[in-house]
Structure formats: C-alpha cells, structure tokens
C-alpha cells in the first residue's frame, strides 16, 4: 500500500498555477497555513496513478485581495499561497520494487491537483525509504536528516567526486569535521586514493588504517635530515613550470624582465639536456621540453647566468671587449635566485641534496602520493601538511602538487587508470579570484581550472572547501556539482552560495545562516533530496587550531621564549 494514502480532507490546498518546476498552491484554509513551513516537504497529486510529486515549499504568502474581489462587490478576502519547488516523483511500485523515489519528474501536477503535508508518520516513512536507498554498508554518509533524525542521509559517492563537490561555511561551522567524516570513510574502503592539501596541520589526528601523513619539509625536517620515508615532502624547483620558475625569479616590473624570461627559459632547457645527455636518457632527449619534470643542477644554472650576465664579447676594433648582449641585465634575476637558494623556509625546493636529483626520484615521490596501496596493501589517503610553506608561495607550491596528481592521470593509459580525489581545504588561499594578485595566484588557477573542466575525463575529482566561498574562484565554483553549505554568516559569502543553488530552491537557501554547527546544507548530483544534514562527528577529530587566549594569558608564560625565537630567527631554524 502507497504510504501516501491521504484523503482527501488532508488536502492543505489545490495547485492553482504550474510553472516547470514550481508550483503555487492556494491554501483554502488560512488555519492550515501554519503548518506550512518553508524548507518543509510537500506531496501532490500527479496525473499518474501510483505516483505523486514531492517537493519543498519554498514560500508562504498571505494577503488582502480587497482589490482581485472588487467586481463581486465581497470586501475584504485573504488568499493564501504556497509556492512549492518539485524535487521528484514517488512511485508505489515499479515493476517488482515498491516505494521508489526518483529525482526526476515524470508528470506535472495538474491545475486543482491536492497538496498535502509531508509530516509525522508520512515523513518518517518517507525518510526511512530514501536512506534505504543507499546501500548501508558502502554508502557515504554524513549524518542524519534533520527533518528526521533516525533516518541516515546516504549520499551518492560515485556522484559526489564524479563532479567535484564544495564543502562551504564560516569559520567553525565543521567544515573541517565534516571533511573528516568524508576522508574517515574513504579510508575504509581498500584502495581509496585522495590528496588532502591541509594547511595548517588540523588534520594530524585522523590516524586509522588507509591514512597516511606527509608534510612539506620545514627547516627543522631539513636540518634533522628527514626523507620521504619520514614523511618528508621535498618538490626540487626542477618540478616547477617555467611559468612559475619565472614568477618567482623574474620581478614583473624589472625592465629587462622579458630577457631574463628568455635566458631563464633557454639555460633551464639546457641544463635538462645536459642532465639528460649525461645520464644517457636519450630517449627522453627527444621529446622534453621546459616544463618536463626532468632534474638539472641548480648551481650550474646559476653559473651560466652569471657567465652570461658578465660576458665580454669582442669590440669594433681588433683586440677591445665589449659587455655581451645580457652583460648586467641578469643581476636582479640572479640575486633573487641566490636569496631563495639560501632561504631555509624554502629549503624543500632548494635543499633537497643529491637526492632528489636522482632520475628515479619522482616515482619515489609519486608513489608516496599517489600510489593506492603499500606493500600493507592498505588504500591511501595522503594528508600533506603545507603549514611551513611560506605564504607568497603557497599557490604554487599546492598547484604543483596538483599538477603531478593530474599530469600523471593525464598520462596514464585509461585502462591503467585509478581515480584520485584531490580535498583542497582552505581553498581561497590558493584558489582565489582572478585579477587582483600576483602571478602565483595565477599559475594555481591556470591548473586548478583545468582540474575542474577535465578532471573528470582523467579520473581526479576536486573537493574545494573554503570558509570564503566569494573569494573562490568564481570558475571553479562553477565546476561543482555538490554543495554542502554549512552555516553562513556573511552576506557575500551567501549571496554567492544562494547563486550556486538551483533557482527553484531559492528559498532553501534563506537558513544558512541559521544552521547549528555542524548543520549542512546539502544540494546536489550525489544526494536523492536537497536535505538539511546533521553531520555526525568524525571518529578522531581534527585540531580546532583555536587558541583559548583568555585562559592562556592567565598561565605562566615560558621564561626564555623570546631569546629562544630570536635565535631561531638568525638561524633560520626551529
Ligand atoms: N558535526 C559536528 N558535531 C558536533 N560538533 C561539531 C561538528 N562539527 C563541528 N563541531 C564543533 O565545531 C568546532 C569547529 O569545527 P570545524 O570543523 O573545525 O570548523 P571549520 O573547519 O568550519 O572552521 C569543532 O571544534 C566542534 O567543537
Ligand atoms: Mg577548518
């Protein structure tokens, strides 16, 4: 038996207008209207048998029509309307199953169709159906509805980093939890495969089997001589584009700029063919370019340019010198180098030694972060720590990471190929919006945008989060299929989020800046309902990172604290 077996005196109203997917409905009975509740479900009457339309009520209007009444001479009236969104249709059978909900719409509801409450028992049956609809055992989930809190909110995997997701909301809505919830999953299943760009080491606490902690090598990694199997991460400067070699060597407003560009990109190409002619890789001699991650001696670059920015050349007249072409014009260029060369901070790019110029030394460093199983045979979720990147790089230094995850999917043959999720937290960071800042800002894009447009072909999914989602590349934003938007405070951030969101569901949108903690807001590919969500904790939770200021300044400072950070300071070390 349908388990919407309503009567007719049920009815809150009849459909008065059908406009795709929204539907108004006059409600006869002004007493009925406070039942109704916006971001409430609705069912109506289809024209098909055995099936009705569920949707959300998205608005309640009541007004006087003294005026719609003024040729009946009646006086004052009130008409109530409900404006409803459809979400979906349910079926009371189909074919051998019973109780199916679809997303799609397979009827309208017919001018004078019945409109009932979704509620009490109706509801609860109804939630439980759409939780039976994920298969429990390997379904996501991330917590119960909130309409119903016995019944689980299962989520589509497949669909949710098939078309990347973003996980939104303001600084401590859960953001972070929820993301833990997700990758706590991940690592249950054998041969999951995810980046998780973490940049302030909140997520050092998520240890369990399928979890695996990186960091990028700070001054402390480097001097206490860690490697890779330490956890250290180096990414030698030979990894980096010639764009973003430029970026970060080349002053944008030096006149001589476009020459250093030149000679950088001429003399790096060389130093590739070198290495490559000495290591005897002639096949590869063939085919590289700039931007092939082959290793080149960083010393010998920077000798050759200071050869070529000293160069004499001879003069007019037999047996005088003149300044070369480029004689003085690499100075700015090479003091630059030699600054970041001995930055310690910088130390993973520069300082990674002999080591990481070995030809085999980025299947070390791909297999650390992307292969899927150890020789445990346990599945990989990589959680790469960036706390010690130096901001002005820090676009650069997490795009190249995405750049070897998605170059190496790009040149995986696809039967060889194994899906990678790539979780960027704190994505405005190195995801912002184009114009304003510098060329980092745009390297990142450039890679992050072409992620988001071919991901999918390749197998990578992004999931962006980000307590700013109007500093977000507008773009990438764009790109996501799934929203789960958690409490919201600020009103561009809404605004932005409310446009993300299908135009029927406006009026869902209104509650995100009043979701509890750990409330979300989920709309989306991957989820059968646009559904408020109570996330479920995660079982180790992430570092809250927040320091307790005023109970701190009432405990006893160390005495030789700041002694011991102005050494550190000179010495570039911790
Ligand atoms: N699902 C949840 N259930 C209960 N409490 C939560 C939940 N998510 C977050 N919190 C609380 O809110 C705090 C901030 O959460 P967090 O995920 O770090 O926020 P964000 O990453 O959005 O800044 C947590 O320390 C925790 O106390
Ligand atoms: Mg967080």
Not at 172 to 198: H, Y
Not at 357 to 367: A, K
Not at 476 to 497: A, E, H, K, P
Request: charged share 25%.
């Amino acid at each position: 038996m349908s388990i919407f077996n309503y009567s007719i005196d049920d009815a809150l109203g009849k459909v008065i207008s059908v406009d795709t997917t929204t539907v108004i409905v006059e409600v006869a009975n002004s007493d009925l209207l406070k039942r109704l509740q916006v971001n409430r479900l609705a069912v109506l009457q289809s024209s098909k048998p055995g099936q009705h339309l569920i949707g959300l009520i998205s608005q309640v209007t009541r007004k006087k029509t003294t005026e719609l009444l003024e040729g009946e001479g009646e006086g004052v009236n009130e008409l109530n309307l409900c404006k409803v969104a459809l979400i979906g249709t349910f079926l009371d059978r189909d074919g051998a199953d019973e109780n199916i909900f679809r997303r799609t719409l397979e009827s309208v509801p017919e001018i004078d169709a019945n409109c009932f409450a979704l509620e009490g028992e109706k509801l609860t049956s109804f939630m439980r159906i759409l939780s039976r609809a994920g298969d429990e055992e390997s379904s996501l989930t991330l917590g119960q509805y909130t309409l119903d809190e016995q019944a689980t909110a299962y989520l589509n995997g497949n669909k949710f980093f098939q078309r990347h997701a973003f996980i939104g909301g303001s600084t401590g809505s859960g953001k972070s939890w929820t993301t833990a919830k997700i990758i706590e999953q991940m690592a249950n299943l054998s041969t999951s495969n995810a980046i998780v760009f973490d940049l302030h080491g909140e997520y050092e606490p998520l240890n369990q089997d399928g979890i695996k902690h990186f960091k990028v090598a700070g001054p402390a990694d480097i001097e206490a001589g860690k490697t890779l199997n330490d956890g250290a991460i180096y990414l030698p400067y030979w990894l980096l584009s010639y764009e973003a070699l430029v970026s970060m060597f080349v002053e944008r407003s030096d006149q001589n700029a476009p020459n250093q560009s030149m000679i950088m990109s001429r003399e790096v190409n060389s130093a590739k063919r070198k290495y490559l002619t000495d290591g005897g890789h002639n096949d590869v001699l063939d085919n590289f370019t700039v931007d092939s991650p082959v290793p080149f001696d960083i010393q010998e670059l920077i000798n050759e340019l200071n050869e070529i920015n000293t160069e004499q050349v001879p003069g007019a007249r037999a047996g005088t010198t003149k300044a070369g072409e480029f004689n003085g014009k690499l100075s700015r260029m090479i003091a630059r180098l030699e600054n970041k060369l001995s930055d310690r901070r910088l130390g993973f790019l520069f300082q990674g030694g002999t080591d990481t110029l070995r030809f085999d030394w980025l299947q070390d460093l791909t297999t650390a972060l992307l292969g899927s199983t150890d020789e445990n045979g346990v599945g990989g979720i990589k959680i790469i720590n960036f706390s010690e990147v130096p901001s002005d790089i820090l676009p650069l230094i997490v795009s190249l990471v995405a750049r070897i995850a998605f170059s190496l999917q790009q040149w995986t043959p696809s039967d060889l190929r194994h899906p990678v999720a790539l979780m960027c937290d704190e994505a405005h960071l190195y995801m912002p919006q184009r114009n304003s800042s510098g060329a980092a800002d745009d390297i990142s894009l450039d890679i992050f945008e072409r992620i988001a447009k071919e991901g999918r072909k390749y197998g990578v999914s992004l999931v962006v989060i980000s307590q700013r989602p109007s500093e977000v590349n507008k773009t990438l934003l764009s790109q996501c299929s799934n929203f789960v938007s958690m409490r919201l405070t600020n009103s561009d951030d809404q605004s932005v989020v409310k446009k993300l969101l299908p135009d029927s569901l406006g009026g869902f949108s209104e509650i995100l800046p009043t979701l509890d903690t750990g409330e979300a807001l989920v709309v989306g590919d991957a989820c059968l309902l646009p559904s408020r969500i109570r996330v479920d904790e995660p079982v180790n939770k992430p570092n809250s990172g927040t320091i307790d200021f005023w109970d701190e300044w009432q405990e006893a400072a160390p005495a030789d604290r700041l002694a011991t950070a102005i050494n550190n300071w000179r010495k570039q070390n911790i």
